[in-house]
């Protein structure tokens, strides 16, 4: 079972990642496309994404 969620793929969906995981906003759960976002990461990707 799965949950279907709205994502970004491709391109810009793998430049976005590349970008949350180089400035370790957040991480990847081991065993799991999940990543999963410190508090601090959290904010910083809403101020730098969502301005």
Do not use: C
């Amino acid at each position: 079972w799965s949950v279907r969620r709205s994502h970004l793929a491709g391109t810009l969906g793998a430049a976005i990642l590349d970008k949350i995981l180089l400035e370790k906003w957040a991480r990847r759960e081991k065993d799991s496309r999940a990543v999963i976002f410190s508090p601090p990461g959290k904010q910083a990707f809403e101020k730098v994404f969502l301005a």
